[in-house]
């Protein structure tokens, strides 16, 4: 099958394209860039992306699919299907399923699952350490084999530097990108949303954003000792920007990702204790916020990542101290996204770069991130003008916990291409057409 | 009465006006007099329906608010829940669902968890008073408080107020530093560094200090209060020893020398004697004690008649004494 995306914006920094041009796709991979109004090739069909933003498929590197285990509140299927939707062609899943990814064989049931769904191109990543306890190695090199694209104890983070040490270690030996969610839990324990003043009026217990600084120094520090690659997940806090913009001074391979909400929202948001505003890291304050802008503007943060974390409603209806953390986010991530371009913190040709562009290079994922001749078929066409709000109801997750149900976006993913298949087709943009048509409107 | 409470539920302080407390206050006030009477009851709420719903052990405030109810002719039904929502298999909501689906006019919640009354309030149609709330606030005491001391000091502004203790974990505290500063008091924090921790000076845009030694938040106090220990609610040691704590944060009879010529004493109970209070103190002349827990029904006859749907004619003229010359008075200071 053969797909022309023809008159649209292409941005690939990779290749350092920044231009009207074509793109020419064919049997899963790029057939390469053509100049704008030459000939449609024999056979190929055309998708009209005038006005449109063609960048190479955007890559979460951090997705939490509840499947196996909670299929209640994500299968990998409606994972894969909200992500598209959202304009994610890859999405890396998290091990902190049940049972826990931290065999090969979970690892190839993940695999298998997705390749069933046929949407979005779904990575596994696998536990540091058996039953993400803290304890033991997981079985990496297996892991590997099978098809893992990092390691990570997600939500569980080592809290033994030593044993963290061995798995940096270890895990540097295959080449593992080891991403970890920064939270020391002797600071953290019991805590439900970041500590300060509104943690204070509210009075709920608080998780100080030193409990997120130290544990991020700490993996800077063994990244100088081990050599690893060291990605750090999801930072919230001014402490922990800070840790990895000294560490890129110092020329560690360390990285980072920042999630849509915490830059969006701010630990206020929790005064009527909505439970769609709990996660983990928590939302916090706004000069933590400023940091992570900062971040955003001068490159100390490398990529967008989801944290979508899907949770069933009758969850999310307990309690505010009973309630599970995390907020879906797989749909919602891009319009956020724009946000950040359309207020001149970064530019296009850096959102993709966030969402592509770094994300493969972190994970390594080869032949992604770029629309390079022969690179993996992965297109996510953006609108930036698209004008559009939320509605949790359209959602294709399983589950509804998100804070910006009704949230007015401008901005947004509306075609998702993966494997050379137009997997997700905003309805509102029936672009698709014959090339007597693109011919007749081609300039 | 100028100002009206028109607020659905009472869920906290921090959301109130100046005007809104005050007017909570008058009201409670023309009801403590009902409490004197031979017979004490007025058919203010005949025919309605509070029901006490307890997630968290009390005997004080639910007996409280159980004769504030009948006092009023309303039916008082109390439930108690002794374990949290999870580990008994119905959730807070459907609790509370089956509650409503018996139509009472106003549900009072206590529960160890902050934010519950909130969600209730969110969820549901009856009005919901917080009868606490882990540790976010306690509306109904921070105004048996103000009611108490406007009845010894005569005015709530101006005065300054000494707060002593666990104030990190106490709703208490919290409800009492937004009343007070709302009403023009200055409040003085203070106790162990790990339970009055500094960025407290934020939780209020004016009118409150944290001091780290009790010695200097009493000095030229108008009112102490002192805070329970609540063991409960620490799931880590947040001082080295009951005997430390006496010793260093525990309200002695010297402490008062420096406080105001005429400072009272306050405590929401129940008390641990001779830790955070010397028994000289609970039992002095200072304390008022007992005087709190008398006006407390006041109060939550004053909320309850306000959210439940009493109405003016069923209190008025000989129901009711009118107000007391000393509520214009007062009136008068506040300005």
Redesign the interface.
């Known amino acids: 099958m053969k797909i022309l995306i023809a008159n649209g914006y292409l941005v690939d920094p990779a290749q350092g394209v920044n231009a009207g041009k074509d793109l020419l796709i064919e049997d899963g991979r790029v057939v390469g860039l053509l100049e704008r109004g030459r000939e449609v090739p024999a056979g190929a069909e055309v998708f009209d992306a005038t006005g449109l933003i063609v960048a190479p498929g955007f890559i979460d590197l951090h997705t939490h699919l509840r499947e196996p285990g909670q299929e209640y509140k994500e299968t990998i299927a409606s994972g894969a299907s909200a992500a598209v939707a959202g304009g994610w062609a890859t999405i890396c899943a998290m091990p902190n399923t049940d049972p826990v990814n931290d065999s090969p064989a979970v690892t190839r049931f993940i695999i298998e699952q997705a390749e069933r769904a046929q949407l979005a191109n779904v990575f596994p990543i696998g536990a540091l350490t058996k039953g993400s306890e803290g304890k033991e190695l997981a079985e990496m090199g297996e892991m590997k084999n099978a098809g893992i694209v990092a390691v990570s104890d997600d939500g569980r983070p080592v809290p033994n530097a030593g044993i963290m040490r061995r798995a940096m270690e270890y895990a540097h030996g295959f080449g593992l990108t080891v991403v970890d969610h920064c939270q020391d839990a002797s600071l953290s324990l019991g805590g439900v949303m970041h500590e300060g003043r509104w943690s204070l009026i509210l009075g709920l217990k608080g998780m100080p954003a030193a409990a997120e600084d130290v544990h991020a120094i700490r993996d800077c520090v063994l990244a100088k000792l081990t050599g690893a690659a060291v990605h750090i997940a999801h930072v919230s806090s001014r402490g922990s920007v800070d840790a990895v913009r000294r560490a890129k001074e110092m020329g560690l391979p360390v990285t980072c990702e920042v999630a849509p909400h915490h830059w969006t929202l701010i630990d206020e948001a929790l005064a009527d204790y909505d439970t769609n505003t709990k996660m983990s890291p928590p939302l916090r304050s706004r000069d933590h916020v400023e940091a992570l802008l900062e971040g955003l503007r001068d490159g100390t943060i490398d990529a967008i990542a989801t944290d979508h974390a899907p949770h069933h409603a009758d969850e999310k209806a307990l309690e505010f101290d009973q309630a599970p953390f995390g907020i879906t986010g797989l749909e919602t991530a891009v319009g956020l996204a724009f946000d950040l371009v359309h207020q001149g913190i970064i530019d296009l040709e850096r959102l993709v770069r966030l969402c592509s562009t770094n994300p493969a290079r972190i994970f390594g994922l080869k032949d992604r991130g770029t629309l390079t001749e022969n690179a993996h078929a992965d297109v996510t066409i953006l609108d930036p003008a698209c004008e559009w709000v939320f509605d949790v109801a359209t959602s294709k997750s399983k589950s509804r916990n998100t804070p910006f149900h009704g949230r007015s976006m401008k901005g947004a993913a509306v075609a998702t291409i993966v494997g050379g298949r137009l997997v997700y087709l905003n309805p509102d943009y029936s672009r698709v057409t014959d090339a007597k048509h693109r011919q007749a409107s081609a300039k | 009465m100028d100002r009206v409470f028109s607020r659905k539920h009472l869920l906290g302080i921090?959301e109130l006006e100046a005007g809104e407390i005050t007017h909570l206050l008058d009201t409670a006030e023309t009801f403590r007099e009902i409490s004197r009477r031979d017979i004490k009851k007025v058919p203010a709420l005949r025919g309605r329906t509070v029901i006490n719903l307890f997630f968290e052990p009390s005997t004080r405030t639910r007996t409280s608010f159980e004769i504030a109810a009948k006092r009023l002719s309303a039916d008082a039904v109390n439930v108690s829940v002794s374990t949290?929502?999870?580990s008994k298999g119905e959730?807070?909501?459907d609790t509370a669902r089956n509650l409503e689906a018996m139509s009472p006019d106003c549900i009072v919640v206590r529960?160890s968890?902050?934010?519950?009354p909130?969600?209730l309030a969110?969820m549901g149609n009856a009005p919901i008073v917080n009868a606490g709330?882990?540790?976010?606030?306690h509306p109904t005491q921070a105004l048996l408080d103000a009611l108490t001391i406007r009845e010894h000091k005569g005015r709530i502004e101006g005065l300054k107020v000494a707060i002593i203790g666990d104030v990190?974990h106490s709703?208490v505290a919290?409800s009492n530093i937004h009343l007070l500063t709302k009403l023009g008091a200055t409040v003085s924090i203070a106790g162990p560094g790990t339970m009055v921790?500094a960025?407290?000076g934020?939780?209020v845009e004016t009118g409150l200090r944290v001091e780290k030694r009790i010695e200097d938040a009493i000095e030229g106090a108008d009112v102490v209060m002192v805070l329970r220990i609540q063991r409960e609610r620490q799931?880590n040691a947040f001082f080295p020893s009951m005997r430390e704590y006496a010793v260093h944060y525990g309200l002695r009879p010297q402490h008062l020398k420096n406080a105001a010529p005429d400072a009272i004493v306050m405590h929401p109970g129940p008390i641990n004697r001779g830790i955070e209070i010397a028994s000289e103190i609970a039992d002095g002349s200072s304390s008022l004690i007992l005087d709190q827990v008398t006006n407390g029904v006041a109060v939550r006859m004053a909320v309850l008649y306000l959210l439940a749907g009493g109405s003016h004619s069923d209190v008025d003229a000989d129901k009711l004494e009118p107000r007391k010359n000393k509520a214009g008075k007062r009136k008068e200071n506040r300005g």
């Not at chain 2, 709330?133 to 606030?137: A, F, I, K, R, V």
């Open positions: 921090r949290s929502s999870v959730t807070l909501l529960h968890m902050a934010g519950a909130q969600q969110r709330d882990g540790s976010h606030e990190l709703r919290r921790p960025e407290f934020e939780l799931d």
